[in-house]
């Protein structure tokens, strides 16, 4: 695959990637919205942030071991938000 095609095709691969952790931490982000707990530009942020991550194949496995979870994490870029997202009552540290 060449360089261009790979950074094309890289955001694709991790959306899915943060879609399965926010669902795997309990986040509705269409909820969060509603609630106005974040906008889209955040949510878009994150994707991007997520797509720019160097461990995708560490959270694919994590998240294929574990499709629930009480955190992201510690190499997760967005821990810290997502913590913040999450439902009342998770542990998140």
């Known amino acids: 695959m ?5 950074w094309i095709d890289r955001p694709a691969k ?11 931490l ?13 906008d889209q530009a955040q ?3 994150l994707k991007l942030r997520c797509a720019l991550c160097d461990q995708p ?12 979870l009480d955190a992201a994490p510690d190499y997760c870029v ?3 938000t ?3 997202l999450a ?3 998770k542990v998140t540290a």
Request: aromatic letters at 4%; a positive charge.
């Open 78 to 80: 967005n821990r810290k």
């Open 82 to 84: 997502l913590a913040e």
């Open 43 to 45: 949510i878009q942020r």
């Open 14 to 24: 991790h959306r899915g990637l943060m879609d399965r952790m926010a669902r795997a």
């Open 2 to 6: 060449n360089t261009l095609l790979f």
């Open 87 to 89: 439902p009342k009552g």
């Open 26 to 38: 309990g986040i509705d982000f269409e909820m969060a919205v509603k609630d106005g707990r974040v």
């Open 57 to 68: 194949h560490a959270c694919a496995r994590l998240l294929s071991a574990s499709p629930k």
